[in-house]
């Protein structure tokens, strides 16, 4: 029986109305659970990325990313697995300011964290980490008994260790149009 892996799934498109909701409704037809998205605009003029990570099988992330490139606005989709990228995550922590005063522990585990304080009111202070999942989590555990007020994370980032030929690709694209 086949392994299921993590992938990372690069979605390079135009940014058309609409194609959230058919990307989406390929991986809920199949019962599958997103674990992190994100967008931006890519390298090229004009042309978004989708960065989505799931859990699967090769044979299911080759339909998957099949099904996908077949989407009117999609340019090219890819799959990579975690070895062929380079990937981080951003999260942001409010905690009470009295901690950052009172608990001088706090700083020792802001510190060890490599996360940074962006901002401080007398009510609450921002912390920002960049970083792998496990270290985002950790530091939310270590900061918890301090009373964290609020919590977010970012989808998965990612670029290819090898070249993925976006630019070329697109190229032929507008050439075909």
Avoid: C
């Amino acid at each position: 029986m086949e392994e299921k892996q993590l992938y990372t799934i690069s979605i390079y498109s135009e940014n058309n109305i609409g194609l959230l909701n058919r990307i989406s409704a390929i991986f809920l037809k199949r019962h599958i659970n997103i674990e992190s998205f994100s967008t931006s605009p890519s390298e090229i003029k004009n042309v978004f990325r989708f960065v989505i990570v799931v859990q699967m099988t090769q044979t299911k992330i080759k339909k998957i990313v099949g099904q996908i490139e077949k989407q009117v606005d999609v340019i090219k989709a890819f799959y990579h697995t975690d070895e062929e990228t380079i990937f981080q995550e951003s999260a942001l922590y409010k905690v009470k300011s009295s901690a950052l005063f009172e608990e001088r522990h706090i700083q020792n585990v802001i510190k060890e964290s490599h996360a940074n304080i962006v901002t401080v009111s007398p009510e609450f202070f921002v912390i920002e980490k960049t970083g792998f999942r496990h270290e985002t989590e950790k530091l939310y555990n270590d900061l918890a008994p301090y009373g964290l007020l609020q919590f977010v994370r970012s989808g998965r980032i990612s670029v290819t260790k090898s070249k993925m030929g976006i630019s070329e690709i697109l190229n032929t694209f507008k050439k075909n149009k």
